[in-house]
């Protein structure tokens, strides 16, 4: 697949062939879902947690007698009935996360990259950093790709410069070109991939790609 190389400026200066078994693959939307529902279940902290009716303060002496009042029976005052009484089949902390195999996240990667690419949401640039570290000179030259829109640059490295300018930037989120998260790539409405980092995915899924 050959997509245009853009400048930090906007204007074209050439062509990159992109590798097919990234960009170019039939979307396959089971496995897409799958790795967004595993990340968003890796992050829940699962700490919710209500008292039952062991666990609430409280006397374990009858509130009257059994008979003769008029009333329904009762045990004691920590009845899940009653208020301030212990909760029935309340949440308890627990662990949502899960694992997926390995090839069905290298695969949801590689359907949502062909995705952006075949809908032309996926732009080439050259590689760029921002020395300043200042958020003004970041945002200039991501105006000239996707001007107040979600926006996913994909890194050839980890640049702490470049993630420093753009951490005032709510909008933008900076993935590593072997760290990709696939909640980020598939909601981004605009996704820039800097041309080093374009060639770093070939690479990085090559081996995959030749066992299949």
Do not use: W
């Amino acid at each position: 697949m050959e997509k245009k190389v853009y400048s930090v400026d906007g204007k074209e200066l050439r062509t990159v062939n992109l590798a097919d078994n990234v960009f170019g693959l039939p979307v396959n939307e089971d496995v897409i879902y799958y790795a967004i529902n595993n990340e968003l279940a890796n992050l829940r902290t699962g700490t919710a947690c209500t008292k039952g009716r062991a666990e609430v303060h409280g006397s374990n002496n009858k509130p009257y007698k059994q008979k003769g009042t008029g009333n329904a029976r009762r045990g004691d005052k920590k009845s899940p009935i009653t208020v301030g009484g212990g909760v029935v089949f309340g949440p308890k902390p627990r662990d949502f996360s899960y694992s997926l195999p390995k090839q069905v996240k290298r695969l949801a990667m590689k359907s949502i990259l062909s995705l952006k690419a075949q809908t032309d949401l996926l732009t080439v640039v050259e590689d760029f950093t921002v020395e300043s570290g200042k958020t003004k000179d970041l945002k200039k030259i991501l105006d000239n790709f996707a001007k107040d829109t979600r926006t996913v640059v994909i890194l050839k490295d980890d640049d702490e410069k470049l993630r420093q300018a753009g951490r005032n930037l709510h909008n933008v989120y900076f993935l590593s070109y072997n760290r990709l998260r696939a909640h980020d790539l598939f909601y981004g409405r605009k996704v820039i991939v800097l041309e080093s980092a374009a060639k770093n995915l070939a690479d990085f899924y090559k081996s995959e790609a030749e066992a299949e």
